[in-house]
């Protein structure tokens, strides 16, 4: 069974910038590629970006340039660098296992606005 607890969110004004962190505890599947994923009101969970474990990186196009993921497996951790927020980015944001999601954990909300 995989837990995942999110950090990091927060109000902040477009064109601002957050980090996310998410710790992760993997029974099996520690070679899973990581994703971190929003849900934004009234809608269904959205795939951000996913990092696998040597390194590759993919983005959505509505984030490219703006976002960065990265992990570190020793500490089971993987973090969102978020850069230049926008309005549309406000969401509740998640880290699961990539591309098929387990048990959601409680997310960590994110807010831009001014």
């Known amino acids: 069974q995989v837990q995942f607890v999110e950090s990091g969110g927060g109000l902040v004004q477009p064109g601002g910038s957050l980090r996310l962190s998410c710790t992760f505890s993997?029974?099996?599947?520690?070679?899973?590629?990581m994703g971190w994923y929003r849900q934004a009101p009234g809608k269904n969970h959205e795939s951000v970006a996913y990092v696998r474990i040597g390194g590759q990186q993919s983005y959505a196009e509505s984030v490219r340039g703006r976002f960065t993921i990265s992990r570190d497996d020793a500490k089971n951790t993987v973090f969102l660098q978020m850069n230049s927020l926008k309005p549309e980015d406000t969401a509740v944001y998640y880290c699961?296992?990539?591309?098929?999601?387990?048990?959601w954990g409680q997310g960590t909300q994110v807010t831009v606005s001014s």
């Open positions: 699961n296992t990539w591309p098929s999601p387990s048990a």
């Open positions: 993997l029974s099996r599947d520690i070679y899973s590629p």
